[in-house]
């Protein structure tokens, strides 16, 4: 359980270390989350959809509005809320958190940050800090 608490309170902390096992425990039950919210967003977007429009095919406009809106909010999400916890699995490796922006090479930069967060952490101390246990 501290592996999904432990990034919650260090939300905004950049410093540090975390190691694979933190890092891939929080991602599992923070994408299994995002998909939830997205199918609750979907089903409240089709309800409204279906008080507003009386004609069946007029619901499909308001149906795509809402699978923009959660796209567009589950991508956005995706990469700001666990931006520090990739930053501090980045230091564990020996990498600056600066290495995210590879996000914004299309196709080739999230392969290799998906790359880097596999990765082993360095043993002992790196200019970082300690080695996370």
Known sequence: ???LINPLK??????????????WLFMCWYIALMIAAWFIVMFLCMAVGAMLYSDPGSQQGVGWIGAIICIVGS????????????????????MSGW???LFLVPYFG?????????LPGNEGENRFGEQPR
């Open 1 to 3: 359980m501290k592996y």
């Open 10 to 23: 260090r939300l905004f902390d950049f410093t540090g270390r975390a190691n694979r096992k933190e890092f």
């Open 75 to 94: 991508y956005l999400g995706a990469l700001l809320l666990p931006l520090s916890l990739r930053t501090r699995r980045l230091h564990d490796i020996g």
């Open 99 to 101: 290495w995210q922006l």
């Open 110 to 118: 999230g392969v290799a940050l998906f790359i880097c967060m596999l």
